[in-house]
């Protein structure tokens, strides 16, 4: 097949994303899972939010640290599954490149956030409960202010600038990807210019975004275990798990 190469800058191309809705007898059901899903997800991450924000009880930094958390999902579930819901409904499987990248962007800017506020939580329970008497003082309304927007504006940074290696590229037909959204990897494989420094950018994007969080919770909640082994009683002990258990189960889920 010959193939035409298209500017992403300058020629509206479309691409056609195959993912879930390329078998028409499964259209309508997947429909409905994926509204559900969606449903679910946006009603539990609000109804979150609008607890944090009306009930007095729950302004502590730990709950507007899982505030923030659930206003990213809803975002991040948003960028995925809208563009899926329609396309079920419109049977319209292409997007322009301009409007893959805008996803994309997007997408890489909320999960970004995501991991940064995870890390951000399980260093609020590590003060919780590795210094209690210090808390107070150490996890004040700035601090946590400032954790929040850097948890932000890393994710949104991180993305911007993969995303600034990622317009130069210039890429080939045929313009098809098996995804439902617009993934890095297949639209790497449409891509017919060299990709080296956009892999190479990414890979530290990756570091900075997925990787140095997650080993930044996990060396918290060993910290965080160790400590709570060491309390003699009982009741201590448990008083101290449920303190971080919802920061855990978080974790847990994504």
């Not at 994926?34 to 009880?57: A, E």
């Not at 893959?100 to 939580?121: D, H, K, N, R």
């Amino acid at each position: 097949m010959e193939k035409e190469e298209w500017d992403n800058q300058t020629s509206p191309v479309e691409l056609l994303l195959l993912g879930l809705s390329n078998v028409p007898k499964l259209r309508v059901p997947l429909f409905l899972l994926s509204l559900m899903i969606y449903m679910v997800t946006m009603f539990g991450n609000l109804l979150i939010v609008v607890l944090v924000v009306t009930d007095r009880h729950l302004h502590t930094a730990m709950y507007f640290f899982l505030g923030n958390f659930s206003s990213v999902e809803i975002c991040c579930t948003s960028t995925l599954l809208l563009r899926l819901l329609a396309s079920f409904l419109t049977r319209d499987r292409t997007i322009s490149a301009q409007g893959c990248m805008v996803q994309f962007f997007f997408f890489g800017c909320f999960a970004g956030a995501e991991c940064y506020l995870l890390a951000t939580m399980s260093y609020d329970q590590y003060l919780a409960i590795c210094q209690p008497l210090l808390y107070a003082s150490l996890m004040n309304w700035k601090l946590c202010l400032q954790l929040a927007a850097g948890s932000w504006i890393a994710g949104l940074l991180m993305s911007t600038i993969v995303m600034g290696q990622f317009s130069k590229l210039q890429f080939c037909g045929p313009n098809t990807t098996d995804r439902f959204f617009c993934d890095f990897a297949p639209l790497l494989e449409l891509a017919c210019s060299d990709t080296m420094v956009l892999r190479l950018v990414t890979l530290i994007s990756c570091f900075l975004d997925v990787v140095f969080p997650s080993v930044f919770t996990l060396v918290s909640y060993i910290c965080i275990i160790a400590a709570i082994l060491r309390i003699p009683t009982t009741m201590g002990r448990q008083k101290a798990f449920s303190t971080c258990s919802s920061h855990l189960i978080v974790v847990t889920v994504f």
